[in-house]
């Protein structure tokens, strides 16, 4: 697939982010004087991915050059990059095919389902954390889903009542753009990710200076703390559930576990 120049920039500034990240100690190089370079050196990593160096260089600084698989798979390893991280890469050196979203509309009786789980935290988001359905018991933990078209993620950057309900906030707020970065790079020609990320920048100082960490990772279940409106802080874990028919779409559950 031929790739723009916004795209090859992307794989390159991924690249970057991704090298000065890691230490020479971390890629088993022995310990040298000071260095003027954080982490490693272009030169040191084509030597450990076993690729030219002037090459790995025409890559990162987006220059219209084509790796293969084993080149990229060489380069994912010698990173230490993780399983969604060797993907982000993939797509963004283009083997693989970007999904196209369409417009994103709600069976009714799916839109139903988050009201069956009452009492328990529900709701279904979009592709770009748009809230498609929700119940009451999320509207009341999360009171940002009371909006006309709410949007998780705009809520969490923009709404300072985040910060309160959301007990580790930055840890969240960092792992939902991780999240929101993986699925742009799915989806590099829908617009909705451009306007949304776009919002977010102007929005927030903390999407401004971590968006170029080049983070991501997959949506998944886990644990988390939230301060409930009754209840005080609770310890909750969450289940997500991919829809079969629309897997970009998924269904969030909450229920909580103790006191925090």
Known sequence: MRRTADQRHELGAFLRSRRERLTPA????????????PGLRREELAVLAGISA???????QGRDVQASDQVLGAL????????????????????????TLEAEPLAAEVAAVP??????????????YDVLSHNEAAAELFPGLRKEKPSFARWVFTDPESRHVLIDWE????????????????HPSDERFTRLIDDLHEASQEVRSWWPHYDVQPRHGGRKRLRHP?????????????????PDQTLVVYSDERPC
């Open 230 to 246: 009754g209840l005080g802080p609770l310890d909750y874990a969450y289940t997500a559930f991919h829809l079969a028919e629309r």
């Open 76 to 99: 994912a390893s010698a990173l230490g990059l993780d399983p969604s991280e060797k993907d982000h890469l993939l797509r963004l050196a283009g083997h693989t095919r970007p999904h």
């Open 115 to 128: 009201g069956f789980l009452d009492p328990h935290p529900a709701f279904i988001i979009g592709a770009t």
């Open 26 to 37: 971390e890629a088993g190089l022995p310990r040298t004087g000071r260095r003027r370079t």
């Open 54 to 60: 002037t090459w790995y260089t025409y890559l990162e």
């Open 171 to 186: 840890l969240e707020a960092r792992g939902l753009l991780a999240r929101l970065r993986a699925l742009a790079g799915q």
